[in-house]
């Protein structure tokens, strides 16, 4: 069992900067890959970003690579989500996800989900 909790979320004007962090319970941690989702108003939750268990092998949606970076570190049960150069279009709530095995983008792979942290990109 793995509980996943974000934060880091908030209000950031367009060209901005934001670092998420998702805390994970457990000390397995190590042994998942973990995923970045987001879901904007009256959307579907869509992949935005993966990372290996080892941190070795990174996935990006088209849309955010060059702008946004997923690293974790095993040794704080933590993955983190460095977005810069944020545009409105970034709006949405981010989910950190975890899966044992290898990395995906497919949000139906992963078996543990956080509740979510708010960005907002103001124009």
């Known amino acids: 069992q793995v509980q996943l909790v974000e934060s880091g979320g908030g209000l950031v004007q367009a060209g901005g900067s934001l670092r998420l962090s998702c805390a994970a319970s457990?000390?397995?941690?190590?042994?998942?890959?973990m995923g970045w989702f987001r879901q904007a108003p009256g959307k579907e939750r869509e992949f935005v970003a993966a990372?290996?268990?080892?941190?070795?092998?990174?996935y990006y949606q088209d849309s955010v690579k060059g702008r946004f970076t997923i690293s974790r570190d095993n040794a704080k049960n933590t993955v983190y989500l460095q977005m810069n150069s944020l545009k409105p279009e970034d709006t949405a709530v981010y989910y950190c996800?975890?899966?044992?095995?290898?990395?995906?983008?497919?949000?139906?792979?992963?078996?543990?989900w956080g509740q979510g942290t708010q960005v907002t990109v103001s124009s």
């Open positions: 457990g000390r397995t941690f190590s042994m998942y890959a």
């Open positions: 990372i290996s268990w080892s941190g070795g092998s990174t």
């Open positions: 996800a975890a899966r044992k095995g290898g990395s995906s983008f497919q949000r139906q792979e992963y078996n543990y």
